[in-house]
């Protein structure tokens, strides 16, 4: 008789923006006449931009020719495209990273929930708390986060780190030691950020005490101030203690196209072995490659036209952040993210929990936003408005919430 892996029945409900679909599905099947406006998941709403849509079309029509036909891609992802990242994401900021140290994959979601396969499962894991549910769903199902209590919402082997308003939602170096670290930065969901010298504090620790960080860098492409590190290997020594992953997504709106990359430095090692021959050994046995149509259109991100065109695309969101950010402090919200970062991150009116002011925001404003709580305890009385929506949506939305 086969057996399962009971692991999956630890967890606890489905994963959180499934959650939430079902639920405005519901409402929506019981409300037909009501508009309903989505700023839940991060999921873009401008059409790709048009440097990239002439690659993709230039990609096809090769595919349709015996002479430029393209079967697997290479395991590691084309060399066109690995250069076009080393260059402008890390050589252009002084940072040291070869072509053959990234990984292209259809999407930073799949790396950020596979990579800890490489990884024993005694090694022991800290979080952020709230955190992107990805990384901690995944190693529950890998076995490596031990029980789960109801009560506090937390599992008896992660160590959490706690970021709130007194930290301004920054984590503290964890008393007790860990294996692996997740850091996203700037963060998914309170939209804070951390400085260069912050980040390096990280980098130093995670090299003193044996750690390695694994630093989802997907929101890179919103920060706006200076001191903000837009990659890790930004800091001293990162090159022996972190693996990025980088997407497609929310720079060049790839949430439907797919792509994404993961960088492992070969100077990252327990003892002998070096972490990249790892994830090189999976990736060769369990992918073939994101579509070579895709790493062309994600070549054209780093064009002179891409750049510009995306910059302007960038800035369309972030005029949504800030629309939402200031309708709700005029509302008399408490809110913060919002200026390095899609995301907004505001404190529940009086007692209500995250879940409840999901549920008063959908009746009342018919706005879908994603109650903190879904994030780990630490989100509780919190609530995650995106600024991924359209102008036209993000302003009706806050005209909406401001009349509640
Ligand atoms: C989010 O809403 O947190 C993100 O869109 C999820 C993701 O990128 O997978």
């Not at 037909?32 to 998941?41: A, E, F, Q």
């Amino acid at each position: 008789m086969f057996k399962i892996n009971e692991n999956y029945l630890k967890l606890p409900g489905s994963y959180l923006f499934s959650t939430i679909a079902k639920k405005v599905n519901e409402f929506q099947a019981a409300n037909p006449d009501k508009s309903v406006i989505r700023l839940g998941i991060g999921d873009v709403t401008q059409p790709l931009a048009p440097a990239i849509i002439d690659a993709l079309h230039g990609a096809v029509d090769e595919m349709g020719k015996a002479e430029t036909f393209h079967g697997y891609a290479p395991d590691l992802g084309y060399e066109f495209l690995r250069t076009a990242i080393a260059k402008n994401d890390y050589a252009d900021r002084g940072c040291d990273i070869a072509a053959d140290e990234i990984f292209v994959s259809d999407g930073a979601k799949c790396d950020s929930g596979n990579i800890q396969e490489i990884f024993s499962v005694d090694n022991k894991i800290a979080v952020c708390d709230p955190v992107y549910p990805v990384y901690v769903d995944t190693n529950v199902m890998a076995g490596r986060t031990g029980t789960y209590d109801p009560k506090t919402e937390m599992w008896s082997d992660v160590i959490y780190m706690p970021c709130t308003a007194e930290n301004n939602f920054a984590p503290e170096l964890p008393k007790e030691t860990p294996d692996m670290i997740y850091l996203c930065f700037p963060n998914n969901p309170t939209g804070a950020t951390i400085t260069k010298d912050q980040l390096q504090v990280w980098v130093d620790y995670a090299n003193k005490v044996g750690a390695v960080i694994i630093y989802d860098a997907a929101y890179e492409a919103y920060i706006s101030e200076p001191d903000v590190p837009h990659t890790i290997f930004e800091c001293e020594g990162a090159r022996t203690c972190a693996i990025e992953l980088k997407s497609f997504s929310k720079n060049a709106g790839f949430t439907g196209t797919r792509l994404g990359y993961t960088v492992i430095p070969k100077d990252l090692k327990c003892g002998d072995v070096m972490l990249h021959s790892l994830w090189a050994r999976r990736h060769g046995t369990k992918y073939n490659g994101a579509p070579y149509i895709q790493q062309r259109a994600g070549e054209a991100v780093y064009s002179p036209e891409g750049k510009e065109q995306l910059a302007k695309q960038v800035a369309y969101y972030m005029n949504n952040a800030k629309v939402i950010k200031e309708g709700l402090q005029e509302a008399g919200y408490t809110v913060s993210g919002g200026v390095n970062a899609p995301y907004i991150w505001l404190k529940t009116p009086g007692s209500m929990t995250s879940w409840e002011f999901f549920d008063y925001l959908l009746a009342n404003a018919n706005v879908v936003g994603t109650p903190g709580s879904g994030f780990g305890p630490s989100g509780e009385g919190y609530f995650r408005l995106t600024a991924f929506g359209t102008y036209e949506n993000t302003v009706a939305a806050l005209e909406r919430i401001r009349k509640m």
